[in-house]
């Protein structure tokens, strides 16, 4: 959601971190603001709508310093403003913060710093942060800014990423994490740090990053950074390399992100693949997966936890694992798995699937399985993010930077890794055999040229978008395997064009959803598994029966569905359980054309943020 970016060094920060939020504008926001700290006194700049209003005031008049922080806001507590805008000032114009988060007994807070005497100038719950510190630091003993700041946060409730700046330490920068609300990446330069709430803000000027954990305050310098729990003990931290590259966050010559990284996905599919396959011995190998022998043969059932998108890919993934490793999955929603008292123990295997590994509700559902001592295990995108230091078995997507909101090359990833993760099961527990293990790698090798053979059929994709634009509603149809796909294909098209999109199991349209279709509903049928053909056939004549248009994705050999259907998408046949990451090429697609077609902002849809990191 809101976006964080900082900087001390001895370039203009003011730039710096412009540039910064620029490349975090994916996350969406409703107003930006920064700070810059230059002879002894803090310089703000904000405001409403997009970063080029921002901009334009920092041109008007230009920010000199070394020292500042950024954000861009999502509004939560108080309408998008100016004065609602981050950084937020204390009384005395000493300390100025940027908060991701959301203080949950801020009015309580609020009363009683009013009551202290302070004067609130926004109507936001992260105000008081800002005069919680300034009151801990007027009533100090011997204590340093770090350690007033430190005790004061203990008193916040929720999950917050915090940055501080004041005149009152001018050669630093502070930063707390509380709880999940984000990360808060630390980045080392050659004499000048950086600090961002995601990585591709920064990632042109370092890849030597570390990450904040709960509970720490961090005091950077223009040369490293001290870390301290918040009450004061000191902590250790190590940086690592992330091996992303500047390039693969940049657009290229792309119109939009999200039309990058559809077409990324024969590369995105191939750097998910690599190194994990050994074809001599037809094993997986996988890095950070650290569970023992033992420990896999306990597993009597796996659960996966998802948002969004990445439900849809746990969908598909139960009947990936459950076919090929034969243990049962169930799938849940991390808001909902969170709330209901999970009949979870050891046998269990929580599975969690997060392209950001920063999603609260995905978060939160690993905190309650950990609780219930079940084995965690994640199949994430960013390295380094939260939901990835926390389970003992981490697949990393490799899927590159994902910047688009509506996720794409990471769905195809992650479908691809709950395969390989599939395999690895059934064959450490004996389930897969050495001819079903070759057959299955030799079709996987496949999957990045027959990808790119998918989206070769791009006119197609955009002569249907551009019959179909106008339309109100959509229909998506599937079954078994592709079902998921439908409920993915309807769930991006509603993300980024508006048009009201639902996916259904075809079996499950003459209990109800049959009333809906008359002759301006376009329905996209996947009719593409061979063991479920007939049926899907039957319900496309249903369809046609009442005088649906049917869009139908088929394979090669488009069968008797050619005949009733009004077009046909062809997707080459691979295997029953690597279809769903081909089938759902044409439907991003789709999605993609018709949001072009009707004018909509594709990579920041209304509403919608990359990282969910709010409940
Ligand atoms: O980062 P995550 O995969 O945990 O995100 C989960 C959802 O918020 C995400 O998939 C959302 O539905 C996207 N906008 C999908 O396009």
Known sequence: ??????????????????????????RGYDSAGIAVLNDNKINLVRSVGKLKNLNEKLIRKPMPGVVGIGHTRWATHGEPSEKNAHPHLDCHDQIVIIHNGIVENYLELKTELINSGHTFRSETDSEVIVHLIEEAWQKRNQDSLISATGQALLRLEGAHAIIIQSVLVPDRILAVRIGNAGGIAIGKGENEMFLASDIPAILPHTRTIVFLESMEIAAIRQDGFSCYSLHGEPRSKEYFQIPWDPVSAARGHYSHFMQKEIYEQPLSLTDTLRNRLNLDHNEIVFKHFSFSMQELQKIQRIMIVACGTSYYAGLVGKY?????????????????????????????????????GETVDTLAALEEAQKKKTPLAAIVNVPGSQISRICQGIIFMHAGPEIGVASTKAFTSTLVDLFLLGFYLGHQRGFLKPEMRKNLLQKLVRLPKIASDVLAKDAIYKELASQFYEASDFLFLGRGINYPIALEGAHKLKEISYIHAEGCPAGEMKHGINALIDRHLPVVA???????YQKMLSNIQQVKARDGIIIAIVSDDKGEVGQFADYCIEVPNLHPLLNPVLNIIPLQLLAYYVALKRGCDIDQPRNLAKSVTVE
């Not at 996947?526 to 479920?532: G, P």
């Open 1 to 26: 959601m809101c976006g964080i970016v900082g900087y001390i060094g001895s370039q203009n920060a003011a730039d710096l971190i412009y540039e910064g939020l620029k490349r975090l504008e994916y």
């Open 320 to 356: 990936i694992l459950e076919s090929l490793s034969q243990i049962p999955v169930e799938v849940d929603y991390g808001s909902e798995f969170r709330y209901r008292n999970p009949l979870i123990g050891p046998e269990t295997l929580v599975l969690a699937l997060s392209q950001s």
């Open 526 to 532: 996947i009719a593409t598994q061979e063991k479920l």
